[in-house]
């Protein structure tokens, strides 16, 4: 896991022509694969409205187990042909929700090996070393190859 961030503009206008516009390249697909999960997300809450409930000051770790928890049953559900629209108090208002199509049914008999999210009643594996600073020191590192292997 990493924090990626755009380069800022001070990053970007400090490069010389060539690297700015690998910069700026950079950021709008940044941008781009941010809505996706932004969207992705909003498709989670649209069918797991608690999760607009959540504190923030819930400790991290319980904040892991539930998305992952709530990621494999949606994925569950997918294949299951289950319709979101039909649960009750489903918000079909959320703007950042996708709309998909509720009539792909798919085979009743899904083997939910395989699905992920929580294994166990033992603690997500978050290391202790994550700190913030870490994240944002090893986002900025996975930026720059990201950055030399996309441009």
């Given at each position: ?50 999760l607009k409930d959540l504190p923030p000051e819930q400790d991290i770790r319980d904040t892991y187990r539930v998305v992952e928890a709530l990621f494999a049953l949606h994925n569950m559900c997918i294949d299951l042909g289950d319709s979101p ?67």
């Amino acid at each position: 896991p990493y924090v990626l961030r755009p380069f800022t503009e001070p990053e970007v206008n400090a490069q010389p022509g060539v690297e700015k516009a690998r910069r700026r390249k950079f950021n709008k697909h940044l941008s781009s694969q941010r809505i996706t999960v932004e969207h992705v997300f909003g498709l989670l809450k649209g069918r797991f409205p608690s999760l607009k409930d959540l504190p923030p000051e819930q400790d991290i770790r319980d904040t892991y187990r539930v998305v992952e928890a709530l990621f494999a049953l949606h994925n569950m559900c997918i294949d299951l042909g289950d319709s979101p629209e039909l649960i009750p108090l489903f918000d079909n208002s959320d703007p950042d929700r996708d709309h998909d199509d509720p009539g792909d049914v798919v085979d009743a008999d899904v083997d939910v090996v395989g699905y992920g999210g929580v294994v166990g009643d033992g603690d997500p594996e978050v290391p202790a070393w994550e700190s913030d600073e870490w994240l944002k020191e090893a986002g900025h590192r996975r930026c720059l190859v990201i950055l030399n292997d996309l441009f």
